[in-house]
């Protein structure tokens, strides 16, 4: 035996009924629809972001380094990290080593260090400012290809 409601012309009903203004109903049959609707919005948004770090993710696992057959990546824009406040007051300088992955549109995706020793705070900085930084994606025979590069940024004092 077939639901009433899961017949088309039922529904098709049920959906212009809840639509229609002039119907005057006990219930708040829109403030449903406009819950459902926030549902949906709230399930596809995510699973949107989940397909983005899917392709950030596997930009990441096809990353080539830097040898023979393939051209550096070349900065386009370089943001200067900033002192960590603490480390400048206590006259605290550091050298950090970071690895990261550059996409083929030239954008850092990736971002580890390769300092364990380093201080927290100049690891942050550095990451903070890495994401920042811009470049002419790297090219395998003439593609553009993710590129894992290290960097090294320097904490002096002036």
């Known amino acids: ?74 900065i386009v824009k370089k943001v200067e990290p900033k002192y960590p406040p603490d480390m400048k007051e206590q006259k605290i300088e550091d050298s950090v080593k970071m690895r990261i992955v550059v996409s083929k549109e030239g954008k850092v995706i990736d971002v580890q260090p390769l300092s364990t020793s380093a201080n927290q705070a100049f690891l942050k900085a550095a990451e903070d400012a890495l994401v920042q930084w811009e470049f002419q994606p790297g090219r395998k025979a003439g593609q553009p290809v993710s590129v894992i590069a290290d960097v090294e940024i320097n904490f002096r004092l002036q």
């Open 1 to 74: 035996m077939a639901i009433p409601m899961a017949e088309k012309s039922n529904l098709e009903r049920r959906i212009l009924s809840i639509l229609d203004p002039t119907v005057r109903r006990a219930g708040s049959s829109r403030g449903l629809l406009v819950a459902a609707a926030a549902m949906v919005l709230c399930i596809a948004v995510p699973l949107s972001t989940v397909r983005a770090e899917d392709s950030k993710s596997s930009q990441i696992k096809e990353a080539v380094k830097v040898e023979k057959d393939v051209t550096p990546p070349a």
